[in-house]
């Protein structure tokens, strides 16, 4: 079943090219991980990664993290979503959740930027961080967030780390966060900023997203962001009944649609076209 939403066309330059976080390989079998525990450090080998998740259900109340960092650029940051999320003036549809708004507020962008670019982290338009990649922008990570329908209580997976800044504010959400990044010395990066911020509650593995985290599902929502012309099966088979993919849909270096793929009763997929976006495509290794 496809849903069409009634989003005005939305395609800004600053939008074209806000993702470019390489998420599978090959076909075959999936390649060799590394998990970390959003402390920066390997998990040991003997133990698996189902034992550094927290239980589905909070066994007592949980609070977000209060990251250091965000003591920092509290104005910059809220007349970013003031002006670019919550009440754009240029036709974007409006996010209105509240608790994404209050997590937008609350994760310190500017640390997951490299130190060149901190002044521009509040900016509306994606940065670069290196490795061919960047860090999207702002409105885009609010909108695929406010799109996926998280509460404390939901399992949550991102395939495509990057910079861990959406990761971040998934982890001001909810305590149960996994996130998957292909180029290693991101996935690192990442995990580390994110131990340093107090996300405890985030799980990040370098492998081959391609195949999602198999070990950790099912999962309630799924995030993609980068391209795929085709959304991967194993993602698929990860999501958990009436759970939601947000993710470009479409083919490479051309206009794609960001959609929301809900999985029914019956398992069938209702596909939802938000708007019109243009990422970079999903790579191959």
């Keep these: 079943m496809h849903v069409r939403r009634t989003y005005p066309y939305v395609m800004l ?17 999936p390649s060799e991980s590394t998990d970390f525990l959003a402390a920066g450090e390997p998990a040991p080998a003997s133990r698996p990664a189902t034992d550094t998740a927290p239980a589905t259900q909070p066994a007592e109340p949980w609070f977000p993290p209060s990251p250091p960092a965000s003591a920092d650029f509290v104005n910059e940051r809220h007349h970013m979503v003031e002006t670019q999320i919550a009440r754009p003036r240029d036709g974007r549809t409006p996010v209105t959740d509240k608790a994404v708004l209050e997590a937008m507020r609350s994760a310190p962008r500017h640390v997951f930027v490299p130190p060149e670019r901190v002044g521009q982290a509040y900016f509306d338009h994606p940065l670069p961080i290196g490795h061919e990649q960047t860090i999207s922008q702002p409105y885009i990570v609010a909108l695929m967030t406010e799109l996926m329908k998280i509460t404390p209580e939901s399992k949550v997976l991102e395939v495509g780390t990057g910079s861990g800044y959406q990761a971040a504010v998934l982890g001001q959400l909810t305590p149960h966060v996994y996130t998957v ?68 849909i479409g083919p490479a270096r051309q206009t794609q649609h960001l959609m929301v793929i809900t999985k029914t009763p019956e398992g069938k997929r209702e596909t939802t076209h938000v708007i019109p976006v243009r990422f970079v495509p999903m790579l191959r290794d």
């Excluded at 330059?13 to 079998?29: A, K, N």
């Design 13 to 29: 330059g600053l939008m074209m090219g806000s993702v470019y976080m390489p998420g599978c390989s090959g076909d075959g079998e």
């Design 181 to 248: 990044e292909i180029i290693a010395p991101l996935a690192e990066q990442a995990a580390g900023i994110l131990r340093e911020q107090g996300y405890t509650n985030v799980r990040v593995r370098r492998s081959d997203g391609f195949w999602g985290w198999p070990e950790e599902a099912p999962f309630d929502a799924i995030m993609v962001t980068f391209a795929p012309e085709e959304l991967p099966e194993a993602l698929w088979e990860q999501l958990k009944t009436g759970g939601r993919i947000v993710a470009p």
